[in-house]
Structure formats: C-alpha cells, structure tokens
C-alpha cells in the first residue's frame, strides 16, 4: 500500500487533489469511505482534538486501519488542529498517517518553535506520518458563523512561509490564501462562496516547494478550487459542509418516520445524504488527467 507521501505525489502530478473529510462518529467515518471506495479516489479522515475526544483516539485509528485492510484502498487518518505536544505524541503513537500542528494562534516565531519541536517528536516516533503546519489567521470552527475573516484579511505571504517551512522541517504547510474555517449562512444557501487568491498560492508553492493543505475549503467558489489545484493546492478539507447535511437529513429522516426508533434505520438517509456530498468534492478535486487516465485504464479492462 503507497504511503500518503507516495499517494500526494502522484495527485499532484495528475493534477488532483486528496479530499480530506472530517467525521464526528462512525454514520460520517462509514459515509467517507463508502464514498471513497465507489469513485475509486484516496481520501483523507480528518478529526480535530474534539471530534477525536468523542470517538476515541486508538478506537478511530483502529476503525481506520480496519477500513483500509477491507477494502484495500488508500485511506488514510488526520489528526486535524492539535494544539499540544502531548495529543500530537498521542496521535503519533496510535499511528496517524498526518498531523496537523497548529500553534497558529502564536506569534510567528513562538509558532516556529513550538512547531519543530512537535516535528521533531512525530519524527522520532514514525519519519512516515506527515507534519503540517499552519501560519496566517483562518478562523476557528467549522460551523455555520455571523462573519467570516474578511478575504482582504491576513493572507500569508510567500516570505513568510519559505521562513516557516525552513525553520520547522514541516511536510505540509497550511496558509491562509482567501479560505477561511466554516461557513455563513449565505453560503449554506449557495448564494455566495468564498474566493482564493490564487496567485498567492503559487507564490507560495514556488517558495517552500512543500506539499499545500487548504483549510476551509466548504463553500469555496468551485472553479477556484480547480485553479487552487493547478497552482499547488495538495489537500483540501471539507468539515461544515458534511456537518450541514448530516444536520438537515438526521432532521429529515426523524421527522418522516415519527414512531421510529431503530437506529440504523433512522442513520441511513443520513449516511447516504453526507457521502454525496463527499462524492461531489471527490470528483471535484478529480484532475483532468487523472479522468483521462482511469477512462484509459477503463478502456483496457
Ligand atoms: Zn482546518
């Protein structure tokens, strides 16, 4: 089985990128991956330090693991947002394929070094799993919000992050370049979407050269996500989108069948209603050269 190093290789040289979902219990883990494994994609599990509280660190790494033997697909585990040393060793210890080390909420320099030192501490347990950092201000929670950080807000700059990536020994950098955590309401609607700089982007691939995680990304204007891949976008997470439809179906599904109890009954409307919307983000981060290679590929069977 390729390494998500290996799998983030080849995307980007498909023009693809790896969809990363977050989950909050086994209905949205389950939906993920069915998703995953009917479009024939790699996929990403992310959970924060709180999605991670309510599953179980070790009990999520073991429901993964079991995931990817099944099916014998690349699936791969996040550990999203983590804002100690100690949940990032914990993470590391019960095998996360990556981490997200987000001390961003620091000045850069202090942001720097609590960083590497947390690089250096995933490194000595497995050189495999892939650290992320994160510099710039993209909001916190993936949650239906009043504001959002103004796009016009702070963008990281290329400077800033070639210094970052040399000072820490990060595998994956995450900016911030329009996105932003969360969703309005507007959005929810579809009546507006975030917008990305794109040529901010791929200054910032030129100068670190690292893999790019961008954050945020419900809501985002789809031909920007498009441009955001061809410029150096790697990873791209979808939280509050899933979460939206996992709300407005769970509340669909209860109230079409009033007198029903059975949980997985009540979860399935549920569990089809969120992996749509992963498969549309699947397809979505789908290069065109990968289309046309899995189209050749079909061709030949
Ligand atoms: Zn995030």
């Known amino acids: 089985m390729d390494t998500l190093k290996q799998v983030l290789t080849r995307l980007q040289a498909d023009g693809s990128a790896l969809g990363h979902f977050n989950i909050s219990d086994l209905v949205m883990l389950k939906a993920v991956v069915a998703s995953a494994v009917q479009i024939g994609a790699p996929v990403i599990v992310g959970a924060s330090e709180g999605e991670r509280e309510f599953v179980g660190v070790s009990q999520l790494a073991a429901l993964v693991a079991s995931l990817r033997e099944e099916f014998d697909r690349p699936i791969f585990l996040n550990a999203d947002h983590t804002h100690s040393l100690a949940k990032v060793v914990q993470a590391a210890k019960a095998g996360f394929d990556e981490i997200v080390i987000d001390f961003s909420a620091l000045p850069l320099e202090q942001n720097a070094a609590r960083t590497k030192e947390a690089v250096e501490a995933i490194k000595a347990i497995n050189p495999a799993i892939l650290a992320e950092g994160e510099i710039g201000d993209i909001g916190t929670g993936s949650e239906i919000h009043e504001n959002l950080p103004s796009a016009a807000g702070r963008l990281t700059t290329a400077e800033e992050a070639r210094q970052f990536v040399n000072a820490t020994g990060i595998d994956v950098l995450a900016p911030a370049v329009g996105n932003a955590h969360g969703m309005v309401e507007s959005m929810v609607q ?12 791929a200054q910032i691939k030129k100068a670190t050269g690292v893999f790019l995680t961008l954050h945020g990304g419900s809501g985002t204007d789809e031909n920007d996500f498009r441009e955001a891949i061809g410029a150096g976008i790697n990873i ?14 769970l509340e669909a599904s209860l109230s079409s069948r009033p007198n029903e ?40 069977a």
Request: aromatic share 4%; hydrophobic share 40%; no cysteine.
């Open 190 to 201: 579809g009546n507006t979407r975030k917008r990305l700089d794109i040529n901010r982007i």
């Open 236 to 249: 791209i997470h979808i939280s509050t989108e899933l979460r939206v439809a996992w709300r407005r179906s």
């Open 261 to 300: 109890v059975v949980p997985y009954k009540i979860l399935r409307p549920v569990l089809d209603s969120v992996a749509d919307v992963v498969g549309s983000r699947l397809r979505l981060f789908e290069g065109k050269r990968a289309r046309r290679s899995d189209l050749a590929a079909g061709e030949v």
